[in-house]
């Protein structure tokens, strides 16, 4: 039986699929500063502004559809969407490059319900130009920057960062 020994360029692969799939935790900052006006059209042609979700803790999300981290975190923040709408929590989903027909039409046939947009100039003045993808902010009722995700969004990691910004903000 002939032994199996691999080429230099089957080890690169593997090494490059295993730190894809294994990639290092998200960092995770904590910020306490107020969001700047900001605004977008939603791909359904809504407008929505950042005054528009006062009194809920939102999650802006940034990705891209050809992000393999952007699409393995959807369903994550669907599931905790899903779980936690119902006591005042928002998702607004920003592409960084796909006009709004193509990111309309990419939600409905993934099944995803939250709101989406395209990226603008009062998104970017906002949040900072994201240029890496997934990037995340957590604002909390009053509309201040929470917290700043920088790679992919686990369950976990936003009870973590959520839920005691809901019990504030449900608080009398």
């Known amino acids: ?11 690169i692969l ?7 799939w294994f990639r290092p935790p998200a960092d995770v900052s904590d910020e306490d500063q107020p969001t700047p006006p900001w605004g977008v059209t939603l ?3 809504r407008a929505l502004t950042g005054h528009d979700l006062r009194g809920k803790v939102v999650l802006v999300n940034f990705w891209a559809t050809w992000c393999p981290y952007c699409r393995k975190e959807k369903p994550v923040i669907d599931d905790f969407w899903k ?12 592409s960084v490059d ?20 395209p990226t603008n100039a009062s ?8 240029t890496s993808v997934p990037t995340s902010f957590i604002l909390d009722a009053d509309g ?16 973590k960062l959520v839920t005691p910004l809901l019990e504030k903000s449900a608080a009398p």
């Open 14 to 20: 593997l090494g490059l699929i295993a730190w894809l």
């Open 144 to 159: 201040n920057i929470r917290h700043r995700i920088g790679g992919q969004v686990h369950y976990p990691r936003l009870v």
């Open 83 to 94: 779980d936690y709408r119902n006591r005042g929590f928002e998702v607004v989903s920003i």
């Open 1 to 11: 039986m002939k032994k199996w020994t691999p080429s230099p360029l089957t080890l």
């Open 98 to 117: 796909d006009p709004p027909e193509k990111i309309g039409a990419w939600m409905r046939d993934k099944g995803y319900d939250f709101m989406a947009a």
């Open 43 to 45: 791909t359904d042609g």
């Open 123 to 130: 998104v970017a003045a906002a949040f900072g130009n994201v």
